[in-house]
C-alpha cells in the first residue's frame, strides 16, 4: 500500500513515484474538507474529483464561464450518459470536440493544482475506487496529462499562495470594493469590483460568480488588494450581514458572519451574544459554550465580574463534561465568598473530575470551600468521600476521626457513633477509631465527662463551703487564693494529663498557704479527686494521646520515623533504650532513692517532650501510617509512665499521694500484666518525706 502524510511526503514525489511505476488506480488525498480523488491509468493523470458536496462537472463550469447558455447544460444533467454534452454540443454547433477537451483539461488541472495547495492531510493510492464520483462529460474528453507537465505550475502556485495568503488569509471573508470600475480595468478585475461593491458576499462565492478559475481570481484580488481597492469588512459591517442573514432564516451563516465580525472586534458584545444565541439555536452547544467562556473574559476584563459569572454558569450547562467554565465560576463564587453556590458548583466540578478521571483535582475542590468555613461539616463529609472513593482510607478515616471528637465535644455520643463507623467503614483495621467507638458505645467517654463534672462541682462546692465558713483573716484569705487556684483549674479539665499534673502541682504549691484551715481540708478532698482524674487521664494516653496543633510546617513520615527511633532506641553511647531508662528510674523511686530517681527522669523527659514534638509534626495524617504504629504503641504507655514517675515524686500531700497510688496501681495492672505493683513502696518512700532526697522540682 502506497500511503503517507502529506507533511513527510511532498505530493510531488508522489505524483512522479505513479508516473514512474506506470501505476493504475485513484490517489485519494483526505483533509478538514474531505477527500479528493486523482484518477491515473499508466502513471498519467486522467481526472480529478473534487470533496463530496463540492462536485461541479463540466456542464456546470462550462455555465460559469459563459461558454453556454444554462438550458444547453441539460442533457449533461438529465441523460447521464458518456459524451452526451460533447454530442449535444456538437449537434447545435456550439462547440468542437478541441476546445471541450482543452476547457475538461482546464477544469481537471485547477483540481490537481487545488490538490498541491493543501498543508495538511493524508494521500493513500487505492487501486479499486468508487468511479461514480467522476463526471462522464469529463471521461468522455479522454485525458492524459503527463505529471511533469503539471509540477512546474504546482510548484509557481505554492510560492504565490503563500504570498497570497499573507493579504487574503480565508476566502471565507467578505471584501468590500473602495472604488468603482474603470474603463481600462482588466476584466476578471472589473468583475471583481462589481461583485464586492455590496459586500455581502464572502470570497468564495464571489469567485464562482465571475468566469475564472479561482486561482486567477486570487492573483487579481492581491493586486486589488495591495492598492487598498478592496478591504475586508468591519465588524459593524458583519453585525449588519449578520442580521440579515436571521432574518432570511440563514442561521449557518449568520453565525459565521458574527465569528469574522469577533475576529476583528473581540469585545464587541453585540456580536458576542448574538452569536451565542444563534448557536444555542442551531444545537451547537459545544461551539456556544466555548463562545461563552470568551465572552466571559471580555467581562472579567472589564471588572463585571457578576455579568462574568452568569455566562460561565450557562457555559457549564452546554457543556456539562468541560471542568473550565466551573472551574472559573468557582473561583469568582469563592472570591465573593457566597458559600451556598460555590458549595452547588463545587459538587458539580467534582463530579466532572471524577468523570474524567481527575482524582487529584477533585481532592482540591473542596478545601478551597473550608477556607471560608473551616469548621463545615458538611464540606469535610464530602472530602471524606473524595478520598473513599479516590481509595483513600486513611485519610478518609481521618477526616471522620475529627468530626466525631467534635462531636463528642459538643456531648452529641449519636452521631460521633455515626461518624466513627463511617471511619472504619473505610479504614476497618483503625485502632484509634476502634478504641473510640468502644468508649462511646459501652458509656466509657460519658462517664468521664460526668467524672470531669463531677470533679468540677466538687471543687466549686469547695470553694463556695470554704468562703461560707470562713472566720479569719487567715481563713479569707486561704478561700480567695483557692478561688483563684480553681477559676483556672477548671479551664484545664479535659485538657489532658500535663493539664491534670499541672493543677496538682499548683496545688501543692499554694497548700501552704491555706494549711490548717478548714478550706485547706476541704480542697483536699478535690486534690485526690484531681490526682485520680489524672491517673485516668494517662490510661486514656497510653492509648491515644493528645496533640496540640503546631505551627511549624509538617515533616515526613520517613524523618518522623528516624527521629523517633533516635528517642526510643539510641546508640548505646548516647545513652540506653527507652523502656530500659524508665524501669530503672522507677526502681530508683521504689527502693527510696528519690535523689537518683529526680536525676534519672530528667532526661526521660526531655525525650519525652522531644517524642510528642516530632510525631505532632507528622500531624494526623502522617501518625495514621502503618510505618509508625508499632513505635507509637511502644511509645504512649512509656509516656504514660514517665508522667506518672514525675507525679509520684512531685506530690507530697499524704491524701493525694494514697488517691494517686491507689488509681496507679489498677493502671500498672492494666500495663504491665503480672508485674507486681510498685505502689507499696512508692508510698513508704514518700511517707519520709524528703528526708530521703531533694525536695520536689
Not at 122 to 131: A, I
Not at 565 to 587: K, M, W
Request: glycine share 6%; charged share 30%.
Amino acid at each position: 500500500m502506497f500511503a503517507g502524510d502529506l507533511k513527510k511526503l511532498p505530493l510531488a514525489d508522489v505524483f512522479q513515484s505513479i508516473h514512474q511505476n506506470s501505476l493504475t488506480g485513484a490517489l485519494a488525498i483526505k483533509d478538514a474538507h474531505g477527500e479528493r480523488l486523482v484518477a491515473f491509468r499508466e502513471g498519467f493523470v486522467v481526472g480529478c474529483a473534487a470533496p463530496t458536496g463540492e462536485e461541479h462537472g463540466i456542464a456546470d463550469e462550462l455555465v460559469r464561464r459563459r461558454k453556454i447558455e444554462a438550458k444547453d447544460a441539460r442533457p449533461s444533467r438529465f441523460f447521464r450518459r458518456k459524451g452526451s454534452l460533447l454530442k449535444s454540443l456538437q449537434r447545435r454547433n456550439l462547440m468542437d470536440a478541441g476546445e471541450f477537451g482543452a476547457m475538461t483539461r482546464t477544469l481537471v488541472l485547477e483540481r490537481v493544482y487545488d490538490c498541491f495547495l493543501l498543508e495538511e492531510g493524508s494521500f493513500n493510492f487505492l487501486e479499486s475506487y468508487d468511479q461514480g464520483r467522476f463526471d462522464e462529460d469529463e471521461a468522455a474528453a479522454e485525458l492524459k496529462i503527463a505529471p511533469a507537465e503539471i509540477l512546474m505550475e504546482a510548484m509557481r502556485r505554492i510560492d504565490e499562495f503563500k504570498r497570497i495568503k499573507r493579504a487574503v488569509p480565508s476566502f471565507r471573508e467578505v471584501y468590500v470594493a473602495a472604488r468603482a470600475p474603470a474603463e481600462d480595468d482588466p476584466p476578471i478585475v472589473r468583475d471583481l469590483l462589481l461583485m464586492t461593491a455590496a459586500g455581502t458576499k464572502p470570497l468564495h462565492e464571489v469567485f464562482h460568480s465571475i468566469p475564472y478559475t479561482k486561482f486567477a481570481c486570487c492573483e487579481a484580488l492581491l493586486g486589488l488588494v495591495n492598492e487598498g481597492d478592496v478591504r475586508v469588512a468591519t465588524a459593524p459591517e458583519y453585525l449588519d450581514l449578520g442580521k440579515a442573514a436571521e432574518t432570511a432564516g440563514q442561521l449557518d451563516a449568520a453565525a459565521s458572519y458574527y465569528s469574522r465580525g469577533l475576529a476583528y472586534e473581540r469585545g464587541n458584545r453585540d456580536l458576542n451574544q448574538r452569536r451565542i444565541a444563534i448557536l444555542e439555536k442551531l444545537r451547537r452547544n459545544q461551539e456556544a459554550a466555548d463562545e461563552r467562556k470568551l465572552f466571559a473574559g471580555i467581562l472579567l476584563e472589564h471588572g463585571d465580574r457578576k455579568a462574568a459569572a452568569e455566562q460561565y454558569a450557562k457555559a457549564a450547562e452546554l457543556a456539562p463534561a468541560d471542568p473550565l467554565p466551573l472551574e472559573r465560576l468557582l473561583d469568582l463564587l469563592v472570591e465573593a465568598k457566597d458559600l451556598r453556590d460555590a458549595t452547588h458548583t463545587a459538587d458539580r466540578l467534582v463530579r466532572v473530575y471524577m468523570q474524567l478521571g481527575l482524582g487529584d483535582k477533585a481532592k482540591g475542590v473542596y478545601p478551597r470551600l473550608l477556607v471560608l468555613s473551616p469548621r463545615d461539616r458538611g464540606l469535610r463529609e464530602k472530602l471524606a468521600d473524595v478520598h473513599q472513593r479516590l481509595h483513600e482510607p486513611a485519610t478518609a478515616s481521618t477526616i471522620w476521626k475529627e468530626l466525631a471528637q467534635e462531636e463528642l465535644d459538643k456531648g452529641d455520643v449519636h452521631d460521633a457513633a455515626l461518624l466513627l463507623r463511617r471511619a472504619l467503614e473505610a479504614q476497618p483495621d483503625d485502632l484509634k477509631a476502634q478504641a473510640l467507638l468502644k468508649d462511646v458505645e459501652t458509656g466509657e467517654h460519658a462517664e468521664r465527662r460526668r467524672r470531669y463534672r463531677r470533679y468540677a462541682v466538687t471543687a466549686a462546692a469547695s470553694v463556695v463551703i470554704g468562703l461560707g465558713l470562713a472566720r479569719l483573716g487567715h481563713e479569707a484569705v486561704a478561700v480567695v487564693q483557692l478561688r483563684g487556684l480553681e477559676r483556672d483549674l477548671l479551664r484545664t479539665i479535659d485538657r489532658g494529663s500535663d493539664a491534670a499534673l499541672g493543677a496538682l502541682l499548683a496545688r501543692e504549691d499554694h497548700a501552704a498557704a491555706w494549711r490548717g484551715t478548714w478550706a485547706g481540708e476541704w480542697d483536699a478532698e478535690a486534690t485526690a479527686e484531681l490526682a485520680r482524674l489524672f491517673v485516668r487521664e494517662l490510661e486514656h494516653e497510653a492509648v491515644r494521646p493528645r496533640y496540640e496543633p503546631l505551627t511549624v510546617p509538617r515533616e515526613p513520615v520517613a524523618k518522623v520515623l528516624e527521629e523517633l527511633r533516635s528517642v526510643l532506641d539510641p546508640d548505646p553511647e548516647a545513652g540506653p533504650r527507652l523502656e530500659a531508662a524508665v524501669e530503672s528510674a522507677e526502681a530508683a523511686l521504689t527502693r527510696g532513692d528519690r535523689e537518683t530517681a529526680w536525676r534519672e527522669l530528667e532526661p526521660l523527659q526531655e525525650r519525652a517532650r522531644a517524642a510528642r514534638l516530632v510525631l505532632a509534626r507528622a500531624g494526623v495524617e502522617g501518625r495514621a501510617q502503618r510505618s509508625l504504629e508499632e513505635d507509637q504503641r511502644r511509645l504512649y504507655p512509656l509516656l504514660a509512665r514517665i508522667q506518672l514517675l514525675r507525679a509520684r515524686l512531685s506530690i507530697e500531700a499524704p491524701r493525694t499521694v494514697q488517691a494517686l497510688e491507689d488509681e496507679a496501681a489498677r493502671l500498672e495492672a492494666r500495663l504491665h500484666p503480672g508485674r507486681a505493683p510498685a505502689g507499696a513502696a512508692q508510698a513508704a518512700a514518700t511517707s519520709t518525706g524528703t528526708a530521703n532526697g531533694p525536695e520536689r522540682r
